[in-house]
């Protein structure tokens, strides 16, 4: 059983660029939730797919979106790079029911550090 | 809303002592409550959660943690610190049983004196 697996480990990009962070969810999974970790904070909940559609979002602006494939992996991507955008990106997987009620514990990936120059 | 404040960003302690990482939460329904490790340039690890019955929750690495709804709090504790416990921790709290959808604390970043 494999993990949860990101990509790249590490990118640099400038202002006003635009970025495409990946995420494998662990084997059996089925919901994949995106965070926003920047330097001495906390992670911050960005948004969350299930089943390939938008199942929650946090308080990020619309030039954050993301993706979910048939596998269940997942493309987080912002546009319009800002500096403060800097950040460690982190996916997290977990397995929901049928009826998108019960979750199981949900895992964290290793993260993708974005620095925007 | 749900929020989290964890009092202390830095915490020193000795090989051997006891380790107290304090949390609060703000919830205006019942919290499903979190604590986790992250270890330098490595993703978050789950320690403890607390979402009904027993409020003393033991974690793994001999870590545990006691909700007080009382005091709104959900400290984690561990008897004897070691070397490798050296890590941040974070609190969480969830809207749901699941641990997902989480809103953390700033952190506490813990620092083992040998």
């Known amino acids: 059983e494999t993990g949860v697996t990101q990509s790249p480990t590490h990118l640099i990009k400038t202002r006003g660029q635009q970025v495409t962070l990946r995420c494998s969810s662990q084997s059996g999974h089925n919901t994949v939730s995106w965070y926003q970790q920047a330097l001495g904070q906390g992670p911050q909940f960005i948004f969350q797919y299930y089943r390939e559609e938008e199942n929650g979002r946090g308080n990020f602006p619309p030039r954050f979106s993301g993706l979910q494939f048939p596998n269940y992996s997942s493309e987080l991507n912002v546009n319009a790079l800002e500096l403060d955008d800097s950040a460690l990106y982190l996916c997290a997987s977990s397995s929901k029911g049928i009826a998108g009620g019960r979750v199981n514990e949900q895992f964290f990936g290793p993260g993708t550090r974005l620095t925007v120059l | 809303a749900q929020s989290v404040t964890q009092l202390g960003s830095h915490v020193s302690v000795s090989e051997g002592a006891l380790v107290l990482l304090r949390c609060n939460y703000s919830?205006?329904?019942?919290?499903?409550l979190f604590w986790y490790v992250q270890y330098p340039n490595q993703g978050l690890q789950l320690l403890l959660k607390y979402t009904t019955g027993a409020t003393l929750v033991k974690g793994i690495n001999g870590f545990e943690a006691e909700f007080k709804k009382s005091e709104t709090s959900f400290h984690l504790t561990k008897p004897s610190a070691h070397m490798s416990d050296a890590a941040e921790y974070f609190c969480?709290?969830?809207?749901?049983?699941?641990?997902?959808?989480?809103?953390f604390g700033t952190g506490t970043r813990l620092t083992i004196i040998p």
């Open positions: 969480a709290v969830s809207p749901n049983f699941g641990n997902e959808k989480l809103t």
């Open positions: 919830s205006s329904v019942p919290p499903y």
